[in-house]
T-cell receptor
Framework: GEDVEQSLFLSVREGDSSVINCTYT??????LYWYKQEPGAGLQLLTY?????DMKQDQRLTVLLNKKDKHLSLRIADTQTGDSAIYFC?????????FGSGTQLTVLP | NAGVTQTPKFQVLKTGQSMTLQCAQD?????MYWYRQDPGMGLRLIYY???????DKGEVPNGYNVSRLNKREFSLRLESAAPSQTSVYFC????????????FGEGSRLTVL
């Protein structure tokens, strides 16, 4: 079955870049996603990348996709305290999304 | 814009009690989902409904039942709650193949004593 893996924790200093990594197993995934969850809230779509793309940039966010290695990363430039949250990687298969365990990003002053 | 609405937001049950979590979406989406979120385990799919009148099991369906009452509403029922079902439950609806975005409710925190 599909499996998505992420490290559980990441701490960075305010103003630094954050890089959150993810590996997935389903090579037929059409889209790969990054969702953000703030405390006490549901998940919100942050960005996504189509599987035939290598990179997508959206303001402070850069998504890199290495399809050969089934590796996805999310880079947040100039990380702010408001970026502190849990970030979930997800891959699509049929009508389902399979989520990783989430990476808790803590931004230190 | 309401999006996806779940009720209740919090519930405490005793082992063996039953309850239903309600979910409604106002985006005219065909597909709806129920996930549970547990620390260190991400979101696990309990059941989903690809369209009105259909439901399918996800990764962890045991102990749960669902009803897709109409296009808007998708409920999750625990017939005999167990402590292992203590979790945060999220309902979501799917925007379709163009962007494949899931829209989530705010979650229902369930504690089973």
């Amino acid at each position: 079955g599909e499996d998505v893996e992420q490290s559980l924790f990441l701490s960075v200093r305010e103003g630094d870049s954050s890089v959150i990594n993810c590996t997935y197993t389903d090579s037929s995934s059409t889209y790969l996603y990054w969702y953000k969850q703030e405390p006490g809230a549901g998940l919100q779509l942050l960005t996504y990348i189509f599987s035939n793309m290598d990179m997508k940039q959206d303001q402070r966010l850069t998504v890199l996709l290495n399809k050969k290695d089934k590796h996805l990363s999310l880079r947040i430039a100039d990380t702010q305290t408001g970026d502190s949250a849990i970030y979930f990687c997800a891959e699509s298969s049929a009508r389902q999304l399979t989520f990783g365990s989430g990476t808790q990003l803590t931004v230190l002053p | 814009n309401a999006g996806v609405t779940q009720t209740p937001k919090f519930q405490v049950l005793k082992t063996g009690q039953s309850m239903t979590l309600q979910c409604a979406q106002d985006m005219n989406h065909n597909s709806m989902y129920w996930y549970r979120q547990d620390p260190g385990m991400g979101l696990r799919l309990i059941y989903y409904s690809a369209s009105e009148g259909t439901t399918d099991k996800g990764e962890v369906p045991n102990g749960y039942n669902v009803s897709r009452l109409n296009k808007r509403e998708f409920s999750l029922r625990l017939e005999s709650a167990a402590p292992s079902q203590t979790s945060v439950y999220f309902c979501a609806s799917y925007s379709g193949a163009n962007t494949g975005e899931l829209f989530f409710g705010e979650g229902s925190r369930l504690t089973v004593l």
